[in-house]
């Protein structure tokens, strides 16, 4: 992972990027999620457990993954940034080797931060519970109205990436891009410029919402509503007619053709795309 360090403060352009996750809040519905995203093909983990108070499931893959995260009913502490944030996809995270070396670099680019963060979750391995460590750095929220930015360093990975994990029934091997809407793509699109040019094959697409609505089709009416959105997510290599098939067994909004399966998930505000 690579790490955005003080060295490389003068030039933004400089810092390459690499996703670590991108995440969809189901705010206290993630059973539900998990549901979805099962019947579609995924494996998803095991539910974990955050010393903060949410919950989370992942869909992992070899490179950035999808993170669910919620917050339990039945919790006594309460992780108030997921219930204060949207639903849907509200979450894009950069995988970073030094978090305090990135919180540096982002206050030189005038960004205002919160200080590091740590925390972890347990992890069964082999019948032993094994604690998953992590530092994070967020931006401070309305700096990029389409959601929630931050940037994570796993001081565990081998706990996360396992390789039971990265097998999907629908045959998914990756995350390649998420759509930003915005009223001004090309100025959201230099903002985010800001934190680093991409350089592991995911990508940012910036549209505005009458382009959302023309990519959607007949899916548009499921887009979010809100004037700037992490609107959707684009997987790559799944069988398509699998994920069709999954997405009519919960009667899921769908829309097929030759290229593409598009797959509403109306209950979280958010449309999954799968390409080969």
């Not at 352009?13 to 549901?35: E, G, S």
């Not at 347990?122 to 700096?143: C, H, K, M, N």
């Not at 790559?236 to 593409?260: M, N, T």
């Amino acid at each position: 992972m690579t790490t955005a360090s003080s060295k490389t403060l003068p030039s933004s352009q400089n810092i390459p990027a690499r996703l670590d996750h991108v995440v969809l809040n189901t705010h206290y519905q993630i059973d539900r999620a998990h549901a979805q995203l099962h019947a579609l093909g995924f494996t998803l983990t095991p539910r974990g457990h955050h010393t903060l108070g949410s919950v989370n499931h992942l869909v992992m893959f070899e490179g950035g993954y999808l993170e669910l995260i919620g917050q339990p009913r039945e919790s006594e502490k309460v992780r108030q940034e997921i219930l204060d944030s949207p639903l849907g996809l509200d979450g894009l995270v950069y995988a970073v080797d030094d978090v305090p070396a990135c919180h540096d670099a982002w206050l030189a680019l005038g960004l205002a931060v919160q200080p590091v963060q740590h925390f972890s979750r347990p992890v069964e391995v082999d019948g032993v519970a094994i604690d998953a460590r992590f530092s994070t750095v967020r931006l401070i929220p309305g700096q990029f109205a389409a959601g929630r930015v931050y940037a994570c360093h796993h001081f565990t990975p081998e706990l996360v990436w396992r390789p039971q994990w990265m097998a999907h029934a629908n045959g998914a091997r990756g995350v390649a891009s998420m759509v930003v809407v915005d009223r001004d793509p090309q100025a959201t699109r230099l903002s985010y410029a800001r934190l680093g040019q991409w350089e592991d094959g995911f990508q940012l697409e910036f549209l505005d919402a009458p382009a959302l609505a023309s990519r959607l089709d007949t899916l548009a009416e499921h887009a979010p509503s809100r004037p700037a959105a992490f609107a959707m997510l684009r997987f790559f290599g799944a069988d398509r007619a699998i994920v069709a098939a999954g997405a009519r067994s919960l009667g899921l909004p769908l829309q097929q053709d030759a290229q593409r399966v598009l797959v509403a998930l109306p209950d979280f505000d958010a449309v999954f795309e799968f390409t080969d």
